[in-house]
Nanobody, 121 residues
Framework: QLVESGGGLVQAGGSLRLSCAAS????????MGWFRQAPGKEREFVAVVSSSGRSTYYADSVKGRFTISRDIGKTTVYLQVNSLKPEDTAVYYC????????????????WGQGTQVTVSS
């Protein structure tokens, strides 16, 4: 089970730290990714971190502003989102997959329920 938290309402230029806590099974061997879906739009890939935590990969739209990481125990994945823009408004989901880097959502096996991020202008 994956449970996201940390979303909220923030002004443009602000920051948030999203968390994804894993429970019920071990995700140590899984790469962990973040996706987002804005109203009326398709789900899009945001970032992924490898199972070791040593490698990361980002969508061009967030590169330099977002940072993905996972803790040493590998039970929690984080997405630090900085310099937020109104177009970053979306529900953010974490997900788990085998292999790296995987950007297609259909290749992820486990998903959380999402956390809402709203950026006001």
């Amino acid at each position: 089970q994956l449970v996201e938290s940390g979303g909220g309402l923030v002004q443009a230029g602000g920051s948030l730290r999203l968390s994804c806590a894993a429970s019920g099974r071990t995700f140590n061997s899984y790469s962990m990714g973040w996706f987002r879906q804005a109203p009326g739009k398709e789900r899009e890939f945001v970032a992924v971190v490898s199972s070791s935590g040593r490698s990361t990969y980002y969508a061009d739209s967030v590169k330099g502003r977002f940072t993905i990481s996972r803790d040493i125990g590998k039970t929690t994945v984080y997405l630090q989102v900085n310099s937020l823009k109104p177009e970053d408004t979306a529900v953010y989901y974490c997900a788990a997959t085998l292999g790296f880097p995987i950007v297609q959502g259909r290749r992820y096996d486990y998903w959380g329920q999402g956390t809402q991020v709203t950026v006001s202008s």
